[in-house]
């Protein structure tokens, strides 16, 4: 038995209610990440995969490789390095429309498959932004246990990513999808999936040790970056008061509100991409009150972040804010939400 079908059989015993497609195509883009670090260049690994190097542990599964690389980089002599000593049989360019100034390229990496798969031959999506980096600070990480058996050498390449308040900031501004992020819908296609992911994302991310002046300088440098690359008549503020709504919509649960219908039906399916198969409405309603917090903190300049813990008492605590007073509601449903929602609306 090979390395990589080892993993996989690890893998999916410990997370028996994953899907074993699924396990697969998570091990083989690491593998594209490692043989991309072989090749020599020069990247900076970003996007919902990467987010393995933060938490140190697969809180979800993503299966597409993003970097950023210098505006004048030569991919491809790199790119077939990486066929010839990989398991990746061939890659080919997926050209797609510019949806905006920036320059992008996307590459699909073919491989043969140990699972049965319907969908026919598959692939690791690697998206590719080329331009100067909009992260304050970048960190060297590994992949944690058990993915780190991929690496072949006997001292394992680090992995060039943002640092967790980078990351942080690049997210926040994704999830707006009024102005700069993902929206809703694209194409006539239904993104509630992905912007369901950057909820999810922000939710966790939150949790961890991450420097606020990092999040602060990468959210609106990148926010400001797609006003201008987009030529939209907007202003930061815009951006997140987008956000806000988002959030409020989906911590009151508001039936009127067909963005509220689309992140319900986005729960319905991120599902099957986490390994124990658990995010519900609740979950969604105590990760949007953290991404209303941390935005009340940028719009304020306020750095400080106030943690709840076992200890925190709410008992005290109401929402007087006229508009948004029926998030008091969110003290019996769950404490945590009301109490990121309280210290987002005490900054207002």
Known sequence: MNNTEHIINELSLLYSKADTILVEKQINAFLLLIALKRSGIDFIFKGGTSLILHFEELKRFSIDIDIQVGSHIDLIPSLESVIANSLFDRFEEDIRKAGSKLTKRHFKFYFNSNRQNSFGESYVLLDVVFGEYPFPIIEQRYLPAPFNDLYSEIDPLPINTPSTGGIIGDKLTAFAPRTVG??????GRSMSLEIVKQLFDLGYLFDLDFNADEMKKAFFQIAESVIHDRELSIDVEEVIADSIGLCF????????????????????????????????????IRSSAKVAYL????????????????????????IQVMDYSKLNKLKKIDPQAFFYWYKALDLK
């Open 182 to 187: 993902i929206p809703f819908y694209r194409g």
């Open 249 to 284: 919509d989906i911590s009151t649960r508001n039936q009127n509100s067909k963005e509220f219908v689309e992140v319900l039906a986005g729960i319905r399916r991120f599902v099957n991409f986490l390994p124990d198969r658990r995010f519900n409405i609740i979950d969604a």
């Open 295 to 318: 935005l009340m903190l940028l719009k304020n300049g306020s750095l400080e972040i106030a943690r709840f813990n076992n200890d925190t008492n709410i008992d005290g605590l109401s």
